[in-house]
């Protein structure tokens, strides 16, 4: 089993979800006693969240890569980064290692075309739904995205960093996610991304009439995919 260098902690709650994901995951197909090999770096979320309101994204990718080379220093062979936003600086993570970065939007990209979707709405944070980084990412893929607009733009946002990276999870705003995604199936959403692992704290399968694509889930399905190829 090749071991999974977790780049974690933005938030913690995410990294969390991961690290269970990805050890019932190998459980589930291996037995017995079977666990995931990790190795994991965990950041401050704090210094991220401020570099990210600042737009200084070239510190954040800094900070990023040294921890993504000490993660193959510690023998990990390939790196698994825990959040949909901070994907805006994966070309600087892949770039400073020379192990494989499995991207998330790709993993994702590939699960809604397998799904037979073609048109997907997108949430997560204001960056990744405003920035042309991850949207543009699936478009490679020939898929067509849509995000939220005006009000509910801010609600989808405010929700992940009021709310879901501090633990905090209220009927309300799932009510409240459940109405954007209406809002994006009627203007021609075939399904939904959560871009955002927070969300799947939030709303799942059940909660909307289309297809839902986990990405944390997905992410973590692909590193033991690698793990274990």
């Known amino acids: 089993m090749r071991k999974i260098g977790l780049l974690g902690g933005m938030s913690w709650e995410s990294t969390a979800l991961y690290y269970r994901l990805l050890n019932e995951d190998v459980r589930d197909r291996l037995g017995g006693f079977h666990s995931a090999r990790i190795v994991m770096a965990s950041v401050d979320f704090a210094d991220i969240e401020a570099m990210q309101v600042a ?5 954040a990718g800094a900070l990023l890569a040294e921890e993504a080379r000490a993660l193959e220093a510690a023998g990990a062979e ?13 070309d600087a993570i892949e770039a400073a290692v020379g192990i494989p970065l499995i991207h998330l939007a790709d993993v994702t990209a590939d699960a809604v075309r397998g799904a037979g979707v073609a048109t997907v ?10 920035q042309p980084f991850y949207a543009d990412r699936l478009r490679s893929h020939g898929l067509d995205v849509l995000v939220p607009e005006g009000d509910d733009l801010a609600l989808v946002h405010d929700v992940i960093y009021d709310e879901l990276v501090l633990g905090v999870v209220r009927e309300e705003s799932r009510a409240a996610y459940v109405d954007v995604v209406r809002r994006l199936v009627e203007r021609g959403a ?28 997905l992410h973590a399905r692909a590193a033991v995919d690698f793990a274990l190829s």
């Open 78 to 90: 390939c790196v698994v980064l825990c959040t949909n936003t901070m994907h805006r600086v994966a």
């Open 121 to 130: 709405a997108l949430l997560g944070t204001r960056f990744t739904m405003e």
């Open 55 to 59: 737009g200084d994204w070239d510190a």
């Open 190 to 217: 075939g399904g939904v991304v959560l871009g955002c692992t927070e969300i799947e704290l939030l709303i799942g399968p059940g909660d909307v009439e289309v297809p839902v694509f986990a990405t944390t889930a």
